[in-house]
């Protein structure tokens, strides 16, 4: 196809790729320093109960506040932030600071039952040795329980995971934090494995829950999302389902029996002060 496209395209094509490796290259360098000046923030999009629409919890969402790009989205620079290694100290800074604002939440909705907070793991987070010794001190300098806390890491992660790298997880599920395999369906683990792993929640990835935009619902998708929440259930796992944009798939996905819900339809991830206004509101 490039060669039929003819020189120009050809160049027009090396130019795009240069620039945008140009692009990637200037943020790697800027990562470092963007930390320190406190250009990172957090959004945080609710979690919602399918059976009566209230607020479960909350996953955090990190964002970088370029002062030439603006606002960048975590798939353009968690891949550097991982390369470089910078996602250690990003990583433990998302935590803290998501750990906090939970605090904060929980101590002022005291009886709305236990807020959680989710937060995302890379692959390098799950390789550091001081991943557990941190959480720990994470949590008791903050005050919130353990089983407030899910840290959600990719099925892809997992994949042909030793005991080596499962051992900091099974140690933080057994303090009670939660663990949940982000993204699930998008990789190729055995589903037999599942046994194997200290997760509790399965997140069920937004792709699945695409096919049940349409109306009907794609009946595939549906036979396929009916087996995953039958077997996860079989395993005392919870079902979360990212993606929801639609009433309709809400409905569709309750009907199923999965447990919590994600999406467009409830909410875009925001500022914390949203999270704060649904929980005043008692529901979705
Ligand atoms: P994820 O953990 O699977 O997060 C869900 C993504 O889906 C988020 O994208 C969210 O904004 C988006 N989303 C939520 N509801 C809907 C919906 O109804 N429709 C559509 N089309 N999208 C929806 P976002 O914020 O761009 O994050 C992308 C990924 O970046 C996350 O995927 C997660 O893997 C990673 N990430 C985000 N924050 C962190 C972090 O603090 N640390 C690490 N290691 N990774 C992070
Ligand atoms: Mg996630
Ligand atoms: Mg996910
Ligand atoms: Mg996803």
Not at 106 to 128: A, F, K, M, W, Y
Not at 162 to 170: C, E, H, S, V
Not at 188 to 199: C, D, F, I, Q, T
Request: proline share 6%; hydrophobic share 40%.
């Amino acid at each position: 196809r490039a060669k039929a496209a003819g020189g120009n395209r050809f160049a027009l094509a090396d130019a795009a790729a240069d620039a945008r490796a140009i692009t990637r290259h200037g943020l790697t360098t800027a990562l470092p320093t963007a930390l320190d000046r406190g250009e990172f923030f957090i959004e945080y999009q609710p979690l919602v109960h399918l059976g009566d629409g209230t607020v479960h919890g909350a996953e955090a969402l990190v964002r970088w506040c370029h002062p030439q790009h603006g606002v960048l989205g975590p798939d353009r620079f968690i891949p550097l932030a991982e390369h470089t290694g910078l996602i250690v100290p990003l990583g433990r800074w998302v935590l803290e600071e998501s750990v906090r604002q939970a605090n904060f939440w929980q101590e002022r909705h005291t009886d709305g039952g236990p807020l959680r907070i989710n937060v995302n793991l890379s692959p390098t987070q799950l390789h550091h040795p001081g991943l557990v010794a941190e959480t720990v001190d994470v949590l008791e300098r903050s005050g919130l329980e353990p089983g407030a806390l899910c840290l959600e890491v990719t099925e892809s992660a997992l994949i042909g995971a030793d005991d080596d790298l499962l051992k900091p997880l099974r140690q933080l599920a057994e303090m009670g934090v939660d663990i949940a395999l982000d993204d699930f369906g998008t990789g190729y683990s055995n589903l037999a494995n599942l046994r194997r792993l200290p997760v509790s929640v399965l997140k069920l990835d937004r792709s699945f829950t695409q096919g049940m935009q349409q109306h009907p619902a794609d009946p595939v998708d549906l036979k396929i999302v009916e087996g995953i929440v039958a077997l996860a259930h079989s395993l005392d796992l919870a079902v979360t389902v990212e993606g929801v944009e639609t009433g309709a798939q809400a409905e569709q996905l309750r009907r199923i029996g999965c447990d919590t819900a994600q999406g467009w339809y409830y909410a875009r991830p925001g500022a914390p002060d949203r999270i704060h206004s649904l929980l005043l509101a008692d529901a979705v």
